[in-house]
């Protein structure tokens, strides 16, 4: 459809806007970006892959990659939770409560940073409950994992609910008529039409948290090889005047989410496609 | 017979069908509880925790970190960047939307990926960006420092990566509206002996104006609030190159938590204001206004 040329119309303007899209965007996004590419080029592919794969870097991708997926594995299941709540039952202050799910996405990364490194220590309001059975949260790989469960917890919610409140009530009610138990119902009506939209704010969940970086570092820690995040690398690199090094490893975590941007858009189009003809 | 039908107490087949769709009492119980329970462990705490921590050593404590220079310098920083780049992102958002929403073109697929594009990268690698070409080493860096001009640890590096981070908003909201409304209304204009212009003003943004303002709280929001790209590039000098949340960060690895809680509680009251602001625009937006 993109393949069809401009329609006869009677529409001024288009020149002078798609002219200023296009210089606009190459100015702030592509020209920036593709500098990234082009320093990484200075570089031989030997200096180039000891910097990414040295042992330090690879502790921080297991660190980011492992937690991120963690993460968005909660989000997953809790988002999943909130949206049929949301979505399905009455009670007081849902309104309130659906409104405060984009709290992450107002909140400043630094606030929630501080704010999470505070409550989750040894002695906050939810780390001091957990010091008697040994856990340290704050400060651990563990404090990475609260730190980008807060950041990703909107995106399921967000993309689940929709598709909730469009589900034919017919579906659930047919099933429940041919003699399934709700549970029944639940996992082969509602879930498998879900799916795409779980998946798809599953993957939107582990983007954002593999970039993340504002919310981490006040709780994560910092230690090298234990709770130090790629992103963090990046900018001690920078520190040390190690642009090369810093470029290589930004380089490295530029083609990782742009793989999962062309994923989520794929599992988007799924999505769509499923909710036009179930 | 007939008279029973009618009788409200007789309602139960209705019933019936309400139960065989819906959970048992206890299960939605339970269900709700543990939701709460994960937003209240994840939301509500941390955000009650920033203002505790704010008041803890007192009001006087609080007014004094909040009016002290350097924090009212980073405010009047935060506040221009975000003067800055949102206007600009709305310049570009209703460019971008009337390209892509009124006209056919090739490629019109990939230009949205594109305009979509700075939400994947990561902060750190959004400030990195910026120092590649105007930093000392980058591209630039040779003869911004022969004009005696500074764009890295300087305001416009600052502003830069504000655009960058905040670049999508507005474009992503108005874009699919756009597309909905169609072109029937401007033609109408158009055919009537409207500008283009005229036609823009009087007819293409009253139609959007709600969306047009949804994506500019998101990306004041996003603005005021961004961290990670703009502590690459500030250098971190108080006073002059600060935002608000690089002023909770240095304020925080002082060991001055009264303080620094205290200037992050003014950031939280703007997401409180943000969240309040989308929730009344996201139901004008359902009445269709």
Redesign the interface.
Known sequence: M??????H??????G???G???L??CL??????S??FL?TFSLTWDAFWTAVTAPRVLASYRLTFGASFLAAGINAV?GL??A???VR?R?PGK?I?D??????????????G???A??YSTN???GSLFVPYGIKIAFTPLGVL?AL??IG?PFVVRTVQPVLEDLE?EL??AA??LGAS?LQ?FTKIVFPTLLPALLTGFALAF?RA?????SVI?IAGNLPMVSEIT??L??TK?EQ?D?AG??AL?VV??LI??T??LII?LLQWWARRRRAAP | MTEAVLDPRFTLPVRTVEKATAEPRWVRLVLIGLALAFLGIFLFVPLAAVFYEALRKGVVVYWQAVIEPDALAAVRLTLLAAAISVPLNLVFGVAAAWAIAKFEFRGKNLLITLIDLPFSVSPVIAGLIFVLVFGLQGWFGEWLRDHDLKVIFAVPGIVLATIFVTFPFVARELIPLMQAQGTEEEEAAVVLGASGWQTLWRVTLPNVKWGLLYGVILSNARAMGEFGAVSVVSGHIRGLTNTLPLHVEILYNEYQFAAAFATASLLALLALVTLVLKAVVERRFGDGG
């Open positions: 993109s393949l069809a040329l401009r329609r119309t009677v529409l001024p303007g288009f002078i806007a798609l200023f899209t296009l606009y965007l702030i996004v592509l020209i920036p970006l500098a990234t320093k809790f939770l909130v049929w709540v949301l039952y009670f309104r409560i409104a405060f799910v984009d709290l992450p996405f107002a909140l400043p990364t630094a606030v929630a501080i704010a999470l505070a409550v906050g309001w939810i609260v469960t807060f917890l009530p659930e009610e429940a008529t709700r119902t983007a593999i970039g993340e970086y504002g006040f992103p963090l990046i900018i920078l005047y642009y810093a470029t930004a975590m530029l989410s742009f999962l941007l858009n």
